[in-house]
C-alpha cells in the first residue's frame, strides 16, 4: 500500500488557538491528502504559556502530544496535530538563542505517533526591563517588532494587568506610556505565541515538513508510514586522514509499529567530512 492510500481523504483535529493552521493544514491537503479542522473551544494556553504565568506540565512531546488528543477528543476524529515550542541558549554559539518546534501526529486508527521537528536561530527572542519610552522603542526595533510581537506588564513576575498581542506602534506607546507614568518601569518580551511571531511561525512549518517527510517514509519491513531517524553514528571520515569525526557516518531510522530499524549511510550525501572538524587534523 502507497503511503497516500493510508491518508487520503481522511480528517484531522489541529490543537491550537493561535492559527497554526495557516501553516499546517495547507502542508497536509496538498502532501498527503488530509483536511485539517481546529477546534472551536479548545484553550490550549491551560497547557502551558511561553510568559509563564500557566507552567507546562510535560515535556514539548508531552505537552504536544496532550493537545491532539483533547483536540481530538472535541471534534471527534481518529487523527490529531499539534505543535510546541521552546526557547533556550544555543548549545555551542554564545549568547544565541534557538527556537526548538516540535509537531506530532497521532493516528489511533493505524496506531500511530509520530514527530517531526525543526531548529532555528531565534535572535528575536529577548526581554528587558525598560525605565523609559526611548528604552521601549529600542527594545522593539531589538526585536524587529512588529514581525514580532510584544508582551508588556509591569514587571517579570507581576502578571497583573499584562498585555499581550502588541504589534502596533501606537499600541505600544499608549501602554508604556501608561506603565512609566504610574511605575517608572516596565518589564517587555517578545510575544512567543505563533500568531504573533512570523519567525516562529515559519520555524513551525518547517517541523511540519520534517513530519510530513516522516510520513512519508515507509517502514521497509512492515511497509508502514512514519519510518523516522531516532538517532546519528559519529564517524564519518576526514577527508585528508581518514580518521572519524563527530559528523555522522550514519543515521539510525526506526519504525514505531514493528520496531524494525535500519542504519543509512552518508546521511549527508558526503563520504568524508572537511578536515576542520577533524580532531587530529585540527585539534
Excluded at 500500500?1 to 481522511?10: A, L, Q, V
Excluded at 507552567?55 to 476524529?77: F, P, Y
Excluded at 535572535?123 to 519610552?133: D, E, G, I, V
Amino acid at each position: 500500500m502507497k503511503h497516500n492510500d493510508f491518508f487520503t481523504n481522511r480528517e484531522a483535529a489541529l490543537g491550537t488557538m493561535h492559527q497554526k493552521e495557516k501553516v499546517i493544514a495547507p502542508l497536509f491537503k496538498n502532501q498527503l491528502g488530509i483536511s485539517v479542522k481546529v477546534p472551536d473551544d479548545l484553550d490550549t494556553d491551560r497547557f502551558g504559556t511561553f510568559t509563564l504565568d500557566k507552567k507546562r506540565s510535560g515535556d514539548q512531546k508531552e505537552t504536544a502530544t496532550i493537545k491532539a488528543k483533547a483536540a481530538m477528543e472535541l471534534v471527534g476524529l481518529d487523527i490529531g496535530l499539534a505543535s510546541e515550542g521552546s526557547f533556550g541558549p544555543h548549545p555551542a554559539i554564545p549568547f544565541a538563542n534557538v527556537n526548538t518546534e516540535i509537531v506530532v501526529f497521532i493516528d489511533t486508527k493505524l496506531g500511530l505517533q509520530v514527530f517531526g521537528g525543526s531548529i532555528e536561530l531565534a535572535s528575536y527572542a529577548n526581554n528587558t526591563t525598560a525605565n523609559s519610552l526611548e528604552e521601549v522603542l529600542a527594545f522593539a526595533k531589538l526585536i524587529d517588532f512588529p514581525k514580532h510581537g510584544i508582551v508588556i506588564r509591569k514587571a517579570e513576575k507581576d502578571y497583573r494587568g499584562m498585555v499581550k498581542g502588541v504589534n502596533s506602534k501606537t499600541e505600544l506607546i499608549e501602554n508604556a506610556e501608561q506603565l512609566l507614568s504610574n511605575y517608572g518601569s516596565v518589564w517587555l518580551e517578545t510575544d512567543y505565541r505563533a500568531h504573533m511571531n512570523h519567525s516562529r511561525m515559519q520555524n513551525i512549518k518547517k517541523a511540519t515538513e520534517d513530519l510530513i517527510a516522516n510520513l512519508n517514509r515507509q517502514c521497509p519491513n512492515c511497509s508502514m508510514p512514519g519510518f523516522h531517524r531516532i538517532a546519528p553514528k559519529p564517524g564519518l571520515p576526514c577527508e585528508t586522514c581518514g580518521s572519524p569525526t563527530d559528523l555522522p557516518l550514519y543515521d539510525v531510522y526506526f519504525c514505531d509499529v514493528c520496531d524494525f530499524s535500519q542504519d543509512i549511510i552518508y546521511p549527508s550525501e558526503k563520504q568524508t567530512a572537511y578536515a576542520g572538524y577533524c580532531n587530529y587534523c585540527n585539534p
